[in-house]
């Protein structure tokens, strides 16, 4: 998991001196519900997210150490995106069956379907505007 929630939420409470306890208090839920928070073996919804950002004065961005888990996603996640374009994977098929017949060398076979997961990744990227 990438999210660092409960890394963030940990500091948090321990720079300010709220117990689980406490904080569950405030929040209306199960002291067992922070401890997994902490641990990292739930998160809060949304809404919950928010309520703890009002209390510690901070912002989602920041308690999800947001650029962090973005840089570290974002990649992989496109990546994936545009591979399971049903159309990309149509034409990469159909393209690298007729490079094989054409006797290519898979390198140069791999580059021409780098060429065509260009073409897709720049229209997602036009569409999305990431």
Known sequence: MYNKFAECLTALMKERNITQSHLAECLKVKQNTISQWAKGKREPDFDMLIKICILFDTNPTDIL????????????????????????????????????EQGMHPVDMQLECE???????????EKFGF
């Open 65 to 100: 150490n947001y650029p962090a888990v973005k840089k570290q996603i974002k990649y992989g996640f496109l990546r994936d995106v545009v591979g399971n374009d049903k159309q990309f994977q149509k034409e990469q098929r159909a393209l690298s069956d007729e490079m094989f």
């Open 115 to 125: 060429k065509l997961y260009e073409q897709y990744y720049k229209a997602y990227k």
